[in-house]
């Protein structure tokens, strides 16, 4: 199985900055890997595939690299809407499918 | 506009049964992928199943396997997860997930949109 490993596990940043969250996968897979948004009782949202490509509608100031076993989550210029958790999948080598235990963004 | 409905959700006794259902709105469930996947309170998520769009290939969770089944009907325009022999553990929000996916040809790689709104499964005497 394939660990997911996301740090930190909260993060302050001040609204209108950067934050980068991290991903961790205990082996290489490639660029298989996406990021969600979860809102409070909401269901998860999809924001990168692919470690890199930003799903239909997500704004340009989310965006993703990494491949192998480190990626990385961007949120630039950030809105109050965007103190949330985010998550990462993996969806390399499956079953099982896993996800990272979350990172919750919350302001400074 | 494209949505996901999931349902059937409840409070269930431990060794009760209990059948989730997932339709789909503004696109034809029948071909897509789709899997379950469940948040216990307060936790992260957790893949469930999976099931193919001819419904050939089916893959669970060690959590769940041999206690949980997922299935299409005829039509292919819904999929459920039977659960049965439910333990505490098993409470959670369920949410149906299509599988967004490319294949290299001999493998799926599977990652999830859209999303149901989740469906509230409890456990307890």
């Known amino acids: 199985e394939v660990v997911m490993t996301q740090s930190p596990g909260t993060l302050a940043v001040s609204p209108g900055e950067t934050a980068t969250l991290s991903c961790r996968a205990s082996?290489?897979?490639?660029?298989?890997l996406a990021w969600y948004q979860q809102k409070p009782g909401q269901a998860p949202r999809l924001l990168i595939y692919?470690?890199?490509t930003r799903a239909t509608g997500i704004p340009v100031r989310f965006s993703g690299r990494g491949s192998g076993t480190e990626f990385t989550l961007t949120i630039s210029s950030l809105q109050s809407e965007d103190f949330v958790v985010y998550y990462c999948q993996q969806y390399d080598n499956w079953p099982p499918i896993t996800f990272g235990q979350g990172t919750r963004l919350e302001i400074k | 506009e494209v949505q996901v409905v999931d349902s059937g959700g409840g409070l269930i006794q431990p060794g009760g049964s209990l059948k989730l259902s997932c339709a789909a709105s503004?696109?034809?469930?029948?071909?897509?992928?789709v899997n379950w996947v469940r948040q216990a309170p307060g936790k992260g998520l957790e893949w469930v199943s999976y099931?193919?769009?001819?419904?050939?290939?089916?893959h669970y969770a060690d959590s769940v396997k041999g206690r949980f089944t997922i299935s299409r009907d005829n039509a292919k325009t819904s999929v459920f997860l039977q659960m049965n022999s439910l333990r505490a553990e098993d409470t959670a929000v369920y949410y149906c997930?299509?599988?967004?996916?490319?294949?290299?040809?001999?493998?799926?790689?599977?990652?999830?949109?859209?999303w149901g709104q989740g469906t509230l499964v409890t456990v307890s005497s």
């Open positions: 997930a299509v599988g967004a996916s490319y294949s290299d040809g001999t493998t799926s790689y599977v990652w999830f949109h859209p």
């Open positions: 099931i193919s769009r001819s419904g050939s290939t089916i």
């Open positions: 082996q290489s897979i490639g660029s298989n």
């Open positions: 503004g696109f034809s469930l029948s071909s897509y992928e």
């Open positions: 692919g470690a890199a």
